[in-house]
């Protein structure tokens, strides 16, 4: 039997959840994990606590002859009375007829995982590691693989003879060795705040309340995977394809911020859409294990997408990327290698994490900016460099009041890092419109600080739209090439401002608000398709 231990057998009661033609409790158990990893680790721990007292004590002359004997009668109070609460637990365990029924399901889901025993299993919320496995990447790959992880795009280094790549190792290994500790201690729990404890446990009546509205409003159905690298990710899916509705057909994957979670992140926004809608916690957020480095990341969303092809059965055109903040990595990682996904929305994402990190150091610290540089290359989520060798449509959503993604506070516009993404993008697909005149325009265009302001340079610059458009098509008719493209190379300046401008509004539009501000669904738009 599945050994489950508990500080208190049943912590909240929700009202009934419709299941089906009938009416479930929906009970919230709380279990602790005791997997052999941490058993292990938790015993060497109390070992090493156990020696260093006794030696501390022995040291100060505290353990004599005289004092054993009612040191052990103390000792041996305490051990009676912990049993006694030991047994009592488990005497009201076994009273408790919800626990019971649980455990019931639970052992018959283990044994017989149908979907009949999954949906009354997923009437109860209770440590994910007890959890049964739904799908694991193996089931659909090799194992051999699995060590290395899926592919992940780093920067190339840079061309060194021998003796200057030696010498150079040798006196950056003071640095690199800093900048690991740095980058797998409070620098990880820094840039993936929600993977810290106390701040998961501060937002459990939240997640708690997220999650149960997800099961109960929406019928969503909760799932473990298995990534390659071992790591339990927790998703949750709501399935819309039976509503009638198109938009239910197209199923949108959300990837969270570095404090986001699925029971109350950018979820909602499809859901309110009339999308399906498969959403998943970061490696060490919530009911996921593991810790939150770019490798982990790309190896829990590589699953998140085989789970989604294999099991749920959307093929990968009717597949939808949509993130926000952080979660641009993962998207611009999926949609890299994936590209014959539908599309990708990026929501408040920026080019590039050094800028933002930059920012809060004082200009003295010249020390510790360049361990900064050292740290953004172990742990790199730049969505830029994955997100120009996706070739489908892709659109940008820049908050313009936005607090967290500006270089030097929300109201510079043109410091907002969502900017950089797009003008990196439209110089990767289309360099010869995106001149220095091109990036001049849409710069300009990029700071008017109100949507009136904005108009009127576009406007400005008389752009025809339907001129735009035709001579797009008519490129793409006469070569059907994919990016870069070169259209506007024997064009006029004005025709290149033009195509410019018409180029940058589509793949950008601005929402009202600042970083944290949740999209509303009208705002969420299906990328410009020529």
């Not at 929906?26 to 052999?36: A, K, T």
């Not at 911020?257 to 499809?270: H, K, W």
Request: hydrophobic share 40%.
């Amino acid at each position: 039997q599945t050994k489950v231990v508990s500080t208190s057998p049943v912590i909240r009661l929700w009202d009934k959840a419709r299941s089906g033609d009938t009416d479930k409790h929906l009970i919230y158990l709380r279990f602790q994990r005791s997997n052999v990893l941490e058993s292990g680790r938790r015993m060497k721990g109390y070992t090493m606590m156990v020696f260093a007292s006794l030696l501390l004590c022995l040291s100060l002359g505290f353990i004599c002859s005289s004092k054993l004997v009612p040191v052990s009668q103390y000792v041996g109070t305490v051990l009676v009375c912990l049993l006694g609460v030991a047994c009592l637990r488990g005497w009201g365990r076994f009273r408790n007829t919800d626990y019971v029924q649980f455990i019931t399901i639970l052992e018959e889901t283990k044994k017989n995982h149908t979907p009949a025993n999954k949906k009354k299993l997923r009437c109860y919320d209770f440590d994910f590691s007890h959890w049964p496995l739904d799908f694991s990447w193996t089931e659909v790959s090799s194992p051999k693989l699995s060590k290395a992880g899926v592919s992940l795009l780093r920067p190339e280094p840079r061309l060194r003879g021998a003796a200057d790549s030696v010498l150079h190792s040798v006196r950056t290994l003071p640095c690199h060795i800093i900048s690991f500790v740095i980058a797998h201690t409070f620098g990880r729990r820094m840039l993936y705040p929600g993977s810290v404890g106390l701040l998961q446990k501060a937002m459990r009546p939240m997640l708690q309340q997220g999650q149960a509205k997800l099961i109960e409003e929406f019928d969503g159905q909760r799932n473990k995977l298995v990534a390659c690298d071992g790591n339990e990710i927790d998703t949750m899916f709501v399935d819309r394809r039976r509503d009638g509705g198109q938009n239910g057909q197209t199923l949108v994957i959300c990837c969270e911020g570095n404090a986001g979670f699925y029971e109350v992140g950018c979820m909602n926004t499809p859901l309110e859409g009339g999308y399906s809608v498969l959403g998943w916690n970061h490696p060490g957020f919530g009911g996921s294990t593991g810790v939150p480095f770019p490798q982990n990341e790309a190896n829990a969303m590589d699953v998140v997408i085989q789970f989604a092809v294999h099991k749920l059965g959307f093929s990968l055109s009717d597949i939808v990327i949509y993130a926000w903040s952080i979660g641009g990595f993962t998207a611009s990682w999926a949609v890299m290698s994936y590209p014959e996904i539908q599309s990708l929305v990026l929501d408040a994402s920026f080019d590039d994490l050094l800028p933002l990190a930059l920012k809060v150091m004082p200009d003295s610290w010249n020390f510790f900016c360049g361990l900064l540089t050292v740290v953004w290359l172990m742990i790199n989520t730049s969505a830029c460099n994955s997100l120009c060798r996706y070739q489908g449509p892709v659109l940008l959503i820049r908050r313009t009041r936005d607090e967290i993604i500006t270089t030097t506070g929300p109201e510079d516009i043109m410091s907002n890092r969502g900017n950089d993404l797009l003008l990196k993008l439209l110089q990767f697909r289309y360099p010869k419109i995106m001149t220095d005149e091109g990036i001049r325009v849409v710069r300009q265009w990029l700071g008017a600080s109100s949507p009136l302001e904005e108009a009127s340079v576009y406007s400005g610059y008389e752009v025809d739209d339907d001129w735009c458009v035709s001579v797009l098509q008519s490129y793409q008719a006469d070569r059907d090439v994919s990016f870069p493209w070169s259209v506007g190379e024997d064009m006029t300046l004005e025709g290149r401002r033009q195509l410019a401008l018409f180029l940058a509004r589509k793949y950008m539009r601005n929402f009202e608000a600042t970083h944290c501000t949740p999209l509303p669904a009208i705002e969420f738009h299906p990328p410009w398709r020529l």
